[in-house]
């Protein structure tokens, strides 16, 4: 025998022996009869197996075997026909070819989020008619609730049925239309049904909302986190947040859509203290560090205490500094005001706003503690400066979470679903909702009963100019409770809303009044460089000396 031959016996036989191991190593598992070989078995233990990653689809598997192992080659090309079909502006087509690309990559989660994407914001933009735009919004949707069946570990699906959802029902040009649509749309709650039942986001006098339906799909996300111990693909500060911040949102487009009532004040509620849990709960800073984002605010009391025990050991010489840096900031007339108001003759109210307006002085020197220590006497020198530096490093500590939850303006939603859900500013908002009706309604001015004999004017029905007033009045109180509200997206809401009073103003030939109710909020924001065109108190000083001189 030759050399070569042996060899290929060799050979032969090495193959047949090393089959063996392998088919030990590579077994399949028999459910109930065999548990497989070693890949099985960790397959398993790692719950990598396709049953437990996807919903085995006997069409997708049809769909890969017939690619002939040129999948890559098919996905392209299934693609290319997807844009093709886009540009013709043939979406019949274009849907059909999305399901064989789903079909034949069920597992990729960017094929679905693209092309959900796709139907929901590019092809239903191209329809003139909202309810044309509903139905492709809705296809959108249908399409990625598919593939949370291929891919029921992996959150990154119900986060994008979440953020579509409350995205386009809740926020687009057409949200007023589509969100009445979706309350009486049978269908489309029947078609989630299998991962969301309907009673879940249909609770109270309202119906259906939107947004309640977004908080149900990034509740599945948490679950998929937290109960059954999935990859998490976001930092936990931004995948915790999504959760509370549907509950907000649907109080805000619920006090748009109705008068504010009893029922709208508890989703406030609890707005306020799914958004407090949140802060409560336990996260990993962007240094991996464990914070809580209301340890920002008992930091700031702890900041208080010290800077007050400074303050003994150091008297006066912070009320020094800081006039030094009030001078280089452009502060409102009826803060400076307050500033000069001495500490024993404070309301509880005006002491908070001494405290937030010091605050917000102070943060413009890290180092402001550090200089007032140097400048302690005697024996009180050396405590001072070891108080100082735990006030830097408290500072430090404070800069760090406060990067974090600015991330989710935590600090903004917190005050704002707080004020949301208290009394006075469910009648100020009573009050601005019954002011724009009338305005609406082109009725600016009071209606008045005249008694001919007495010539007395009774008031029969305010009109909107007077219900401004009214609802100012008592927005005033609002933004004098949470001050952090002041500059804030709340704050152009209501300057817009003064912009409409002004024009009702000139309508009726009045002029601004001099006890405008906010006219302090007016100065704060024109010291902040907004663009209001409101008149200042500056502006009616000039106005009031002009009517003297004539």
């Given at each position: 025998m030759n050399r070569s031959f042996v060899r290929k016996v060799i050979y032969i036989v090495i193959i047949a022996v090393l089959l063996i191991p392998l088919a030990m190593i590579s077994r399949p598992e028999v459910v109930g009869q065999d548990e497989g070989g070693i890949l099985s078995k960790m397959r398993r233990e790692k719950r990598l197996t396709q049953a437990e990653l996807t919903k085995i689809d006997p069409a997708s598997e049809t769909m890969k075997l017939a690619s002939l192992g040129l999948r890559g080659v098919a996905i392209n090309m299934l693609w290319m026909q997807s844009i093709e079909h886009k540009k013709e502006e043939d979406y019949d087509k274009l849907a059909s070819t999305l399901k064989a690309l789903a079909k034949i990559q069920p597992n990729f989660v960017k094929v679905w989020e693209y092309q959900a994407h796709n139907l929901a914001y590019n092809v239903s933009m191209e329809f003139d008619d909202y309810e044309y735009r509903y139905q492709w919004v809705k296809k959108g949707l249908d399409f990625l609730q598919n593939g949370v069946n291929y891919n029921v570990k992996d959150h990154r699906m119900t986060d994008q049925l979440g953020f579509m959802t409350g995205n386009k029902f809740g926020k687009s040009d057409e949200k007023k239309s589509f969100r009445r649509m979706f309350k009486k749309d049978d269908e489309f709650h029947q078609s989630m049904a299998d991962l969301v039942p309907p009673e879940s986001y249909d609770v109270d006098v309202?119906?259906?909302?939107?947004?309640?339906?977004?908080?149900?799909?990034?509740?599945?996300?948490?679950?998929?986190?937290?109960?059954?111990?999935?990859?998490?693909?976001?930092?936990?500060?931004?995948?915790?947040?999504?959760?509370?911040?549907?509950?907000?949102?649907?109080?805000?487009?619920?006090?748009?859509?109705?008068?504010?009532?009893?029922?709208?004040?508890?989703?406030?509620?609890?707005?306020?203290?799914?958004?407090?849990?949140?802060?409560?709960?336990?996260?990993?800073?962007?240094?991996?560090?464990?914070?809580?984002?209301?340890?920002?605010?008992?930091?700031?009391?702890?900041?208080?205490?010290?800077?007050?025990?400074?303050?003994?050991?150091?008297?006066?010489?912070?009320?020094?500094?800081?006039?030094?840096?009030?001078?280089d900031m452009q502060l409102g007339s009826e803060q400076k005001m307050l500033l000069d108001i001495p500490a024993d003759q404070l309301t509880d109210e005006q002491e908070r706003e001494v405290n937030e307006l010091l605050e917000r002085i102070q943060s413009r020197d890290d180092r402001l503690d550090s200089r007032i220590a140097e400048r302690a006497q005697g024996k009180n020198k050396m405590a001072a400066v070891r108080l100082s530096d735990k006030i830097y490093e408290n500072i430090q500590l404070g800069k760090t979470e406060t990067k974090d939850a600015g991330n989710v303006n935590y600090d903004f939603w917190r005050s704002r679903n707080e004020a949301e859900a208290k009394d006075l500013t469910v009648s100020s908002r009573q009050a601005l909702y019954d002011a724009r009706r009338m305005r609406r309604a082109s009725i600016y001015d009071d209606e008045f009963d005249v008694d001919y004999v007495t010539k007395k004017r009774t008031s029969t029905k305010k009109g909107a100019i007077s219900l401004y007033e009214d609802a100012f009045r008592q927005w005033s109180e609002v933004f004098r409770l949470y001050p952090n509200l002041q500059e804030s997206p709340l704050s152009d809401d209501i300057a817009d809303e003064m912009h409409h009073y002004q024009e009702m103003l000139s309508f009726s030939n009045d002029e601004w009044p001099d006890d405008f109710p906010l006219q302090w909020l007016i100065d704060i924001r024109d010291g902040n460089g907004e663009p209001d065109s409101l008149p200042t108190s500056e502006d009616l000083e000039e106005r009031r000396t002009g009517r003297e001189s004539e």
């Open positions: 309202f119906g259906p909302d939107s947004w309640l339906l977004a908080y149900q799909w990034y509740d599945l996300s948490n679950r998929l986190v937290d109960d059954q111990g999935n990859q998490k693909y976001r930092n936990d500060v931004m995948f915790y947040q999504f959760r509370p911040s549907q509950i907000r949102n649907r109080g805000l487009s619920l006090q748009e859509e109705h008068r504010t009532d009893d029922v709208i004040q508890e989703v406030w509620q609890y707005a306020d203290s799914a958004w407090k849990e949140y802060g409560n709960r336990e996260l990993l800073n962007s240094y991996g560090r464990p914070f809580r984002m209301e340890q920002s605010h008992r930091r700031r009391e702890e900041l208080a205490d010290m800077r007050r025990e400074l303050d003994r050991l150091a008297p006066g010489v912070r009320n020094e500094l800081v006039a030094v840096m009030r001078r």
